[in-house]
């Protein structure tokens, strides 16, 4: 099977950085479409953003243009650089992966989740 594991998380400023990456392993010929979601307490997942196979992106509008996905395939690697954090960007976030066989999903992936605390 695939596995997911985050890493880069932590106490932050507000107007800091963090770059968080998550590790895929296992079967990682499967992977198509990534993303990175969060979760604050008492609160549903949300999405942040996704990035394809090919490199095209999507963003929520509360990180645009403060926040980057991008992925390295050959190690695959998924980022999220977080610049210009926000209090309101605290959250565990979770990185997220797609696997598919003959372009049909079949296998949705999460990671244990990174805790990311903004400091007002």
């Known amino acids: 099977q695939v596995q997911l594991e985050e890493s880069g998380g932590g106490l932050v400023q507000a107007g800091g950085s963090l770059r968080l990456s998550c590790v895929a392993s296992?079967?990682?010929?499967?992977?198509?479409?990534m993303g990175w979601y969060r979760q604050e307490p008492e609160k549903e997942r949300e999405l942040v953003a996704t990035?394809?196979?090919?490199?095209?992106?999507d963003y929520a509008d509360s990180v645009k243009g403060r926040f980057t996905i991008s992925r390295d395939n050959a190690k695959n690697t998924l980022y999220l650089q977080m610049n210009s954090l926000k209090p309101e960007d605290t959250a565990v976030y979770y990185c997220?992966?797609?696997?598919?066989?003959?372009?049909?999903?079949?296998?949705?992936?999460w990671g244990q989740g990174t805790q990311v605390i903004v400091s007002s």
């Open positions: 997220n992966a797609d696997c598919e066989t003959q372009y049909v999903k079949y296998l949705e992936v």
């Open positions: 990035i394809t196979t090919g490199g095209t992106t």
């Open positions: 296992g079967d990682t010929i499967c992977l198509s479409a």
